[in-house]
């Protein structure tokens, strides 16, 4: 594990509390943030993480579905409540409820598959287009020195390596655009299951999805007073994938209006692979408003 970088596996971990009536019911960990809220793509990797131990043999998840109701504490742990809506012959539909201080903060349905053998298609892209993950200075590379700040560690302490083609907002946006590529892996080795890599993508995929917004109307992180939060997040996971291997995570936001943008994502593996997809719309709030 490297300094100061959250283990990605403790931060998905989820402890099963044996709860057999209705529900299971499973808890897990905290992840400390400046602003004292709870990051919402630690809130739906754990969430695939519970429902994903409620599974018959075989199963993995193709979809989830998620709102965020209301903020949480990062500093305290939270519950997680599945509901096992449906088991078919092909087919498991769960309903995946977080909870602190006896509230809901995120209700998520996800829906799991046996494999199976049928139409296949995809999108593909031109990986060559787009330079080496390796030519491209991370953030840590651009920004380590600023370790000691509170708000810039956020940053560069996650546990995921983040390396922007068309360049970072940090600080400043280079050029008003609405689509962004980014080259993103685990910093750690991350073996696991499929339910785990797909806990991990959703984990890291929340970190990026409003910077399309911001970019497009010239907004850096660094904006004194802005704000944005998650309302809600869906998720597709097409083909299999590892989150310590290199995937390009192409982010484009059509529409924004009314406080609220719209962003769709695909992930890219150095083969051209799609192998997920995702969409989001976040609340924005810049300082004039």
Not at 87 to 96: E, F
Not at 128 to 136: C, D, G, K, V
């Amino acid at each position: 594990m490297l300094a100061g970088v959250p283990d990605l596996g403790d931060m998905l971990a989820v402890i099963d509390l044996d709860a057999r009536t209705r529900y299971d019911v499973f808890t897990g960990p905290a992840l400390p943030t400046p602003h004292g809220r709870a990051f919402g793509g630690q809130v739906l990797g754990q969430a695939i993480a519970a429902a994903s131990e409620t599974l018959p043999e075989g199963r993995k998840i193709h979809s989830m579905h998620g709102y965020f109701v209301r903020p949480g504490d990062s500093e305290k742990r939270m519950t997680f409540e599945v509901a096992r809506l449906h088991d078919g012959r092909t087919y498991s539909t769960r309903r995946t409820q977080a909870y602190q201080n006896g509230e809901v903060l995120m209700s998520m349905i996800s829906s799991f598959q046996d494999e199976s053998a049928g139409v296949e298609h995809q999108d593909s892209i031109d990986i060559n287009q787009f330079p080496e993950p390796e030519s491209i200075p991370s953030i840590w590379d651009r920004y380590g020195h600023l370790t000691l700040d509170r708000q810039a560690s956020w940053i560069l302490n996650r546990p995921f390596d983040f390396r922007h083609v068309e360049g970072d907002i940090v600080l400043n946006v280079p050029e008003n655009r609405s689509t962004q590529h980014v080259w993103l892996r685990s910093r750690n080795d991350m073996p696991g299951p499929h339910s785990f890599q797909c806990a991990a993508l959703a984990f890291a995929s929340d970190y990026l999805l409003m910077e399309p917004v911001m970019r497009k109307h010239g907004v850096p992180w660094a904006t004194p007073g802005m704000k944005g939060a998650s309302l809600d997040h869906a998720m597709w996971f097409h083909r299999p994938f590892k989150v310590d291997e290199w995937l390009l995570y192409e982010i484009t936001s059509p529409t924004a209006q009314s406080g609220r943008g719209l962003s769709h994502g695909r992930f890219f593996n150095t083969n051209g692979e799609l192998v997920a997809s995702v969409s989001q719309e976040t609340a924005v709030r810049l300082p004039e408003e």
